[in-house]
């Protein structure tokens, strides 16, 4: 059982910051493109951001100049640095990371961590 271990939610006023990190077993960080994705009640689950194993990262409209997507390889670690919050960014965050292992498709999940933007 891969397991994604995530970090770093909570309460936050709109305006504010808060980082949310997520590691992975190093076999798996290394081949796969991490992202991280959100789940408002009422919604399907969305893509905020990805970076890949190169460290090429992309955004939902809706996020990008706010958030900030890194990869420490070193530590196996991905992080989504959020500025600027709003109470549309509420939600539960999930990691995952996705990819191939010859021709066998990797996708895991993490457990979700509770994002609360509040005025």
């Known amino acids: 059982q891969v397991q994604l271990v995530e970090s770093g939610g909570g309460l936050v006023q709109a305006g504010g910051s808060l980082r949310l990190s997520c590691t992975a077993p190093?076999?798996?960080?290394?081949?796969?493109?991490m992202g991280w994705y959100r789940q408002a009640p009422g919604k399907q689950r969305e893509l905020v951001a990805a970076?890949?194993?190169?460290?090429?990262?992309n955004y939902a409209d809706s996020v990008k100049v706010r958030f900030v997507i890194s990869r420490d390889n070193a530590k196996n670690t991905m992080y989504l640095q959020m500025n600027n919050v709003k109470p549309e960014d509420t939600g539960v965050y999930y990691c995952?990371?996705?990819?191939?292992?010859?021709?066998?498709?990797?996708?895991?999940w993490g457990q979700g961590t509770q994002v609360t933007v509040f005025f």
């Open positions: 995952n990371a996705e990819g191939y292992r010859g021709f066998s498709h990797l996708n895991y």
């Open positions: 190093s076999y798996i960080f290394a081949i796969t493109t």
């Open positions: 970076v890949t194993s190169g460290g090429d990262p």
